[in-house]
């Protein structure tokens, strides 16, 4: 047998692994359970990470990056973004509920972070919707309700009229059906269409018609959709969560309260949903409200700081998925 320059360095990097293991002592598949020995850690890790960043999806775990919904507060998704693709971290699929969808659309699409950064900055609500003091006043005056179709336009205009197969990379958007609750994935046809479906907030904004169904918010059905990741196969799920701080929201008014009693519906929900993910990056949003989109672009900082924190703990797992799946099975 003849050993090309690719079996040799397979062969040392499983020779380096096994050596790892038994030098460390482990019984089972993780590499990176030894407490008392962090620089060790992370020399292994840049050792290590850009033999396993650099290989094809068929020879390494696969990695998805969940993007929860949080209106305003989830525009701190674009910082996390950013640090995934600066460290390399290969990401083969997407599932973003809300505006998480929307971010998602956008970083599949491969928009440039330095565009998206500017976006943000530059974001206004009626971007997004046809919010104005006329409409406004026009909900309580004949009941029409807020549309979003904005957003859709807004999503064509900075990404292209693309569909979901000429995405870099895969992504499912998380809608739910207003008459029966159900959630329905998108992942098909105009990527707008889909974000825009998956951010219609019910009561605020009019549901979007689909195949005969009404679609609204993904968030009611899963705002944190990190089974959509485990039903579709993921090995590696990495998800986004942007909880307030609801500890310090006024609840003196009536829809303060209503709105402090969501938040807290929401935050069981997504617990269980996180729950399911390997790691959890968690942006600083402070008490930002969903509307908030004035102040949101403050929040894409600290987005990055969050997963600039978990970077090394995203390698690792990483690192040991694949340890466990194609060597020390």
């Known amino acids: 047998m003849t050993l090309t320059k690719k079996n040799i360095i397979s062969i040392f990097f499983v020779c380096t692994l096994l050596c790892c293991v038994c030098d460390f002592g482990f019984s089972d598949t993780s590499l ?17 990470w850009p033999f396993v960043s650099s290989k ?18 989830g525009i701190s998704q674009v910082g996390v973004g950013r640090v995934i693709q600066r460290e390399k971290i290969p990401v083969d ?9 929307v971010v998602g659309a956008f970083y599949c699409a491969g928009v440039c972070f330095e565009r998206l950064d500017d976006l943000a900055k530059n974001l206004k609500l009626t971007d997004i919707s046809d919010f ?14 807020f549309s979003n179709a904005n957003l859709e336009k807004f999503v064509n205009k900075n990404i292209g009229e693309i569909s979901f197969d000429q995405l870099q990379i895969p992504l499912i958007c998380v809608t739910t059906d207003l008459n029966t609750g159900e959630r329905v994935l998108l992942k098909e046809g105009s990527v707008a269409f889909a974000a825009r479906a998956s951010t219609a907030i019910p009561g605020v904004c009019r549901p979007v018609e689909y195949r005969q ?6 968030g009611i059905s899963e705002n944190i959709p990190v ?9 590696v799920i990495i998800a986004v969560a942007v909880d307030p701080n ?3 929201n006024n609840v003196g008014k009536v829809f303060q309260t209503f ?10 929900m997504n617990q269980n949903s996180l729950s399911m993910a390997d790691i959890v990056i968690r942006p600083e949003v402070g008490s930002l409200s969903i509307f908030d989109f004035k102040n949101a672009y403050e929040t894409v900082d600290n987005g990055s700081a969050a997963a600039t924190c978990c970077v090394k703990d995203i390698k690792k797992i990483i690192i040991n998925k694949m340890a466990e799946k194609y060597l020390l099975e």
């Open 56 to 73: 094809p999806v068929e020879q390494r775990p696969r990695v998805a990056l969940v993007l929860s919904g949080g209106g305003a507060r």
């Open 227 to 235: 089974s959509v990741a485990r039903i579709f196969g993921m090995d």
């Open 132 to 145: 104005s003091y006329l409409s406004f006043i026009r909900v309580f005056l004949v009941e029409k309700i």
């Open 213 to 218: 169904r009404y679609l609204v918010d993904g």
């Open 32 to 48: 990176f359970d030894y407490e008392e020995d962090r620089d060790g850690e992370d020399l292994l890790v840049e050792f290590l």
């Open 259 to 268: 709105v402090q009693a969501m938040y807290i519906q929401g935050n069981i």
């Open 93 to 101: 699929l997407v599932v973003g509920t809300s505006v998480g969808a």
């Open 246 to 248: 609801i500890t310090k």
